[in-house]
Nanobody, 114 residues
Framework: QVQLVESGGGLVQPGGSLRLSCAASGRIFSINTMAWYRQVPGNQRERVAIITNGGRTNYLDSVKGRFTISRDNAKNTVDLQMNSLKPEDTAVYYC????????WGQGTQVTVSS
């Protein structure tokens, strides 16, 4: 069993920054990709950013140039640096790991508001 624990969410003003972190533990045999998703109540969960074990990244168009995903393969962690935050970035953010199954964290709330 794999556990994912997220941290770093909170309240920030528009234009501010937050850094989300996710640590994976448990029976991790291999990791193909790690990603961050977000979800607003009433909407589908959307993928914000993904990073492969080779370091390739892909971003949601609306966050390109503002968010950066990174990972530490030795520590099984993935971070999301979020800059120039906008109110429309407000959501619950979830960490996802794909490798021998798909695993999810419990989510962390990000609120962008003045």
């Amino acid at each position: 069993q794999v556990q994912l624990v997220e941290s770093g969410g909170g309240l920030v003003q528009p234009g501010g920054s937050l850094r989300l972190s996710c640590a994976a533990s448990g029976r991790i045999f291999s990791i193909n990709t790690m990603a961050w998703y977000r979800q607003v109540p009433g909407n589908q969960r959307e993928r914000v950013a993904i990073i492969t074990n080779g370091g390739r990244t892909n971003y949601l168009d609306s966050v390109k140039g503002r968010f950066t995903i990174s990972r530490d393969n030795a520590k099984n962690t993935v971070d999301l640096q979020m800059n120039s935050l906008k109110p429309e970035d407000t959501a619950v953010y979830y960490c996802n790991l794909n490798g021998g199954g798909s695993y999810w964290g419990q989510g962390t709330q990000v609120t962008v508001s003045s």
